[in-house]
């Protein structure tokens, strides 16, 4: 059975951090990218951060290049986005999200975690 859960999320001020977690499990993780996506009320659900399945490689949106950053650790079937400098534009609920790094149409979501960055 194919689970994704995301943690970590909360309500915090302006310039505050976060981590969020993302624990698989019921695939081989290692062959599988990570992405971290999150949707705000409205808007369209983007991409946020990506890690290749060997994490030897890292892609972050615009809006949080510098701020946040992906890791991964493949013995724990986790998968973690560091969040600093928090904004309120990065209130959202956040998405796990893992791809098979060849045959992409298997994929699998998690079903998010709220993070609010409000004063």
């Known amino acids: 059975q194919v689970q994704l859960v995301e943690s970590g999320g909360g309500l915090l001020q302006p310039g505050g951090s976060l981590r969020l977690s993302c624990a698989a499990s019921?695939?081989?993780?290692?062959?599988?990218?990570m992405n971290w996506y999150r949707q705000a009320p409205g808007k369209e659900r983007e991409l946020v951060a990506r890690?290749?399945?060997?994490?030897?490689?890292?892609n972050y949106a615009d809006s949080v290049k510098g701020r946040f950053t992906i890791s991964r650790d493949n013995a724990k079937n986790t998968v973690y986005l560091e969040m600093n400098s928090l904004k309120p534009e990065d209130t959202a609920v956040y998405f796990c999200?893992?791809?098979?790094?060849?045959?992409?149409?298997?994929?699998?979501w998690g079903q998010g975690t709220q993070v609010t960055v409000s004063s």
């Open positions: 890690i290749t399945a060997n994490g030897g490689s890292t």
């Open positions: 999200n893992a791809r098979h790094q060849w045959v992409t149409n298997y994929e699998y």
């Open positions: 019921g695939f081989t993780f290692s062959l599988y990218a």
